[in-house]
């Protein structure tokens, strides 16, 4: 008997994926690596549930904090939404596949397993990073290879007298501490999700309107409201707020690793405030110059990120420029939450580019007038010469 490390959630796929391997000869160990979706009682749930299923053994790895440090940091510090839109809430495969490998080494094996489909983007994601991690390591992807539909899943699971919650029929969902992403049956479709499908964003009709400041050091949130809080429990802290006013969901049409594009609904209401109030106070902080080169580094990374390059060097080379940017991103962001909607409505920094003793915008300056037309004569000078010729 073979032992194969199977990334394991509990869901549909992946609890297919256990009878499968079983059935096929192999000793399953089943992994779940919690990056901030699973509560202690789901964590013990899932264990229970691997071992129902007849894994031989289980492995809970906490990965909050390692996901926090290795992406959601840079993730801030350099405004990292794909295409614009989405806050990279699938970046935490990466860290999923450095513990399933920590785990193979420790049981002697280069069996690895993942539920992946084999037309989605986790795929590469899982695949690219164990083989480069692991140029030995020999993976298997059982809904992968089989081209099985979700449909087929759980019948086979009923027929082996396991069933399945209505949850897992009508949805694929991941949830991180980034958020929830939702895919399957009517967003798919290109329809509007059921309310059903909304986990972070359900809207509490008492709340009307409130203010958070939020601190930031070198970058990075560092207070709320004047407390000392950061990391996983500022982003866990804000979900909760800001997905109580209905704020933070969207659904997003992307472009897929693949080559094909595809539609889903994600909640990420800490993420989006946090990156809003973080550009803003960049705004006065950086220079142009500053804020045009981080566009570029931003929308690198963000796509290496999404795209199943994590390990490609660059990607370091460009967080190194985003630690070395943001030193001097420093102050506090006030931010106005009502339903379904977050304004900045304030910013401060010690290090602000917005200078009364210099000039206030359209009322004073330190210069006259006749210094003014001599910048703009010789500002437009190409423009007016070209328009004469």
Same mark, same amino acid.
């Given at each position: 008997?073979?032992?194969?490390?199977?990334?394991?959630?509990?869901?549909?796929?992946? +609890?297919?994926?256990?009878?499968?391997?079983? #059935?096929?000869?192999?000793?399953?160990?089943?992994?779940?690596?919690?990056?901030?979706?699973?509560?202690? +009682?789901?964590?013990?749930?899932? #264990?229970?549930?691997?071992?129902?299923?007849?894994?031989?053994? &289980?492995?809970?790895?906490?990965?909050?904090?390692?996901?926090?440090? !290795? =992406?959601?940091?840079?993730?801030?510090?350099?405004? @990292?939404?794909?295409?614009?839109?989405?806050?990279?809430?699938?970046?935490?495969?990466?860290?999923?596949?450095?513990?399933?490998?920590?785990?193979?080494?420790?049981?002697?094996?280069?069996?690895?397993? &993942?539920?992946?489909?084999?037309?989605?983007?986790?795929?590469?994601?899982?695949?690219? %990073?164990?083989?480069?991690?692991?140029?030995?390591?020999?993976?298997?992807?059982?809904?992968?290879?089989?081209?099985?539909?979700?449909?087929?899943?759980?019948?086979?699971?009923?027929?082996?007298?396991?069933?399945?919650?209505?949850?897992?029929?009508?949805?694929?969902?991941?949830?991180?501490?980034?958020?929830?992403?939702?895919?399957?049956?009517?967003?798919? $479709?290109? /329809?509007?999700?059921? %309310?059903?499908?909304?986990?972070?964003?359900?809207?509490?009709?008492?709340?009307?309107?409130?203010?958070?400041?939020?601190?930031?050091?070198?970058?990075?949130?560092?207070?709320?409201?004047?407390?000392?809080?950061?990391?996983? #429990?500022?982003?866990?802290?804000?979900?909760? =707020?800001? @997905?109580?006013?209905?704020?933070?969901?969207?659904?997003?049409? @992307?472009?897929?690793?693949?080559?094909?594009? @595809?539609?889903? /609904?994600?909640?990420?209401?800490?993420?989006?405030?946090?990156?809003?109030? &973080?550009?803003?106070?960049?705004?006065?902080?950086?220079?142009?110059?500053?804020?045009?080169?981080?566009?570029?580094?931003?929308?690198?990374?963000?796509?290496?990120?999404?795209?199943?390059?994590?390990?490609?060097?660059?990607?370091?080379?460009?967080?190194?420029?985003?630690? %070395?940017? $943001?030193?001097?991103?420093?102050?506090?962001?006030? =931010?106005?939450?009502?339903?379904?909607?977050?304004?900045?409505? #304030?910013?401060?920094?010690?290090?602000?580019?917005? !200078?009364?003793?210099?000039?206030?915008?359209?009322?004073?300056?330190?210069?006259?007038?006749?210094?003014?037309?001599?910048? =703009?004569?010789?500002?437009?000078?190409?423009?007016?010469?070209?328009?004469?010729?």
């Amino acid at each position: 008997m073979k032992k194969v490390i199977l990334a394991f959630s509990g869901g549909l796929d992946t +609890s297919f994926c256990v009878l499968y391997l079983k #059935e096929k000869g192999y000793d399953v160990i089943t992994a779940v690596v919690n990056t901030g979706g699973f509560s202690d +009682s789901k964590l013990k749930e899932i #264990e229970e549930y691997s071992k129902k299923l007849g894994s031989i053994k &289980h492995y809970t790895v906490d990965a909050t904090e390692v996901i926090y440090e !290795n =992406i959601i940091q840079y993730l801030i510090k350099l405004n @990292g939404l794909y295409e614009d839109e989405y806050p990279l809430m699938c970046a935490d495969r990466y860290v999923i596949a450095e513990e399933i490998l920590k785990i193979s080494k420790e049981e002697g094996t280069n069996l690895v397993a &993942h539920g992946s489909t084999a037309v989605g983007n986790d795929q590469v994601r899982f695949e690219a %990073s164990l083989t480069t991690l692991n140029p030995k390591a020999i993976i298997i992807a059982p809904i992968k290879e089989l081209n099985i539909t979700r449909d087929e899943e759980i019948r086979y699971l009923e027929s082996k007298g396991f069933e399945v919650n209505k949850e897992l029929k009508k949805y694929s969902i991941n949830e991180n501490i980034f958020g929830i992403t939702v895919s399957g049956t009517e967003i798919d $479709q290109n /329809m509007e999700p059921d %309310s059903f499908a909304y986990t972070l964003t359900k809207r509490d009709e008492s709340k009307t309107k409130e203010y958070l400041k939020i601190e930031f050091e070198k970058g990075l949130p560092i207070k709320l409201n004047d407390q000392e809080i950061k990391g996983v #429990e500022l982003i866990s802290k804000l979900n909760a =707020i800001l @997905g109580s006013y209905g704020y933070g969901s969207n659904i997003y049409v @992307g472009d897929c690793i693949i080559g094909i594009k @595809g539609r889903i /609904m994600f909640e990420s209401p800490a993420l989006l405030a946090l990156i809003e109030a &973080h550009k803003k106070l960049e705004q006065i902080v950086l220079t142009k110059r500053q804020i045009m080169f981080n566009r570029h580094a931003s929308t690198d990374w963000s796509d290496l990120v999404y795209g199943g390059l994590y390990y490609e060097p660059l990607v370091k080379n460009i967080e190194a420029y985003a630690d %070395s940017v $943001q030193e001097k991103v420093n102050g506090i962001v006030k =931010i106005k939450v009502e339903p379904n909607n977050i304004q900045v409505v #304030e910013v401060s920094s010690p290090n602000s580019l917005v !200078n009364e003793n210099i000039a206030v915008y359209a009322q004073q300056s330190k210069w006259s007038g006749t210094e003014a037309n001599g910048f =703009i004569k010789l500002y437009s000078m190409q423009q007016r010469i070209s328009n004469f010729n």
